[in-house]
């Protein structure tokens, strides 16, 4: 039996910038996915998701039909993306990431697999900007791989799992999976040509000491949603967005610089935070009840921004990245949301071979 870990994500800056090819800052946080994966008779294929209520038995075959149609769904989106496409994509079906994940895993391995019984459990909030669907893909990657060749390469997860948030995200910049396989905080950009460039952050953890993660609920719309409207939001005005653009660029590289530097830069996080959010409320992804509740913040002296795609209507707006500043009290008002006490910089992807049972 094989049993594989993967951490959750958590962007500290960067989100949707990092769309349109412009830096991200992006934290693994310590809450994980747990994949086991053992053998199982014929060609079976045994799924247990019992945090999905998810529980079905299959066969490699329907397996690799099912992520031969979603293949063929992504091209057609990538081919013409519009929301009809993207909805089109995930089909509804409640372990559609994992079998996606073991379909292309298998496929990319050219191997034929005996039958597998396969149990996932995450503590990662789903659809709420904490990466739920890149760890869920990269430890079911990492469980099979060693599963069927005793080995896990990263480049190869790397490869595979960017295949499988295309087929959840429809065009996924790439980050959420890369942090979740190498955990850490990791920096991406990308060069002249459109490859997405990765660099592993060295930082003092005591520059992360006054930082909360909260999560303000499951946001109403998707993330493929959410970035498909903010393109079409701004079609025809490209030199605003490219103006907001900027503005997030530089907060990013700001907060790089903070985070690397030696010297105490509070007031400087807080600014940094204040103005990200500000960019972001301009592409229309916080909705009016979060605002309010980041606004209280700030008044108290401290600074939050929404981390993740953000939501259009309703009152959540997934995963929030609060700042507390020299006063405590400042996130008090935050106290309707769930604070969730994480690391931030966390181990990514963990493997443990011949596990038995308990």
């Not at 500290?12 to 199982?40: C, F, N, Q």
């Not at 942090?179 to 997405?196: A, K, M, P, S």
């Not at 259009?312 to 969730?340: F, I, K, M, V």
Request: charged share 30%; with cysteine; aromatic share 4%.
């Amino acid at each position: 039996m094989i049993r594989a870990s993967a951490p959750g994500k958590l962007i500290l800056a960067g989100e949707h910038a990092a769309v349109y090819g412009r830096p991200a800052l992006v934290a693994a946080v310590g809450v994980r996915t747990l994949v086991t994966i053992g053998a199982a008779g014929g060609a079976a294929v045994r799924l247990r998701l019992p945090d999905v209520g998810c529980e079905e038995e299959t066969d490699w075959e329907t397996v690799r039909e099912y992520g031969r149609r979603a293949r063929i769904a992504w091209s057609a989106y990538a081919e013409e993306p519009g929301p009809e496409r993207l909805a089109a994509l995930t089909t509804g079906d409640p372990a559609h990431v994992v079998k996606v994940a073991l379909a292309e895993t298998a496929r990319n391995l050219e191997v034929e697999p005996d039958g597998v019984a396969i149990d996932v459990r995450s503590e990662l909030p789903v659809g709420a900007g904490f990466g739920s669907s890149a760890s869920v893909a990269v430890a079911t990657i990492g469980a099979l791989s060693v599963h069927l060749t005793d080995r896990v390469d990263p480049e190869r997860v790397d490869g595979v799992a960017l295949e499988v948030e295309r087929r959840q995200h429809g065009r996924p910049s790439g980050a959420d999976h890369a942090t979740v396989l190498h955990g850490g905080i990791q920096w991406f950009e990308r060069d002249g040509e459109g490859n997405l460039l990765r660099d592993d952050l060295r930082f003092d953890p005591q520059r992360l000491a006054r930082l909360a993660v909260f999560h303000t609920g499951t946001p109403a719309e998707s993330t493929g949603e959410l970035v498909e409207a903010v393109r079409r939001r701004f079609a025809a005005r490209g030199e605003e967005l490219e103006e907001i653009l900027a503005d997030l660029e530089s907060g990013v590289r700001a907060l790089r610089a903070m985070l690397e530097s030696d010297r105490r830069a509070s007031r400087g996080v807080r600014e940094v935070l204040t103005r990200y959010e500000l960019g972001l409320e301009r592409l229309g992804v916080v909705p009016e009840a979060v605002r309010r509740s980041i606004r209280r913040v700030e008044r108290a002296g401290g600074a939050a921004k929404i981390s993740g795609a953000g939501a259009l209507s309703g009152s959540a707006a997934g995963a929030l990245l609060a700042y507390s500043g020299p006063d405590s009290t400042a996130l008090d008002s935050l106290e309707p949301y769930r604070r969730l006490n994480v690391e931030l910089g966390a181990p990514g992807l963990r493997v443990e071979p011949h596990v038995e049972r308990s």
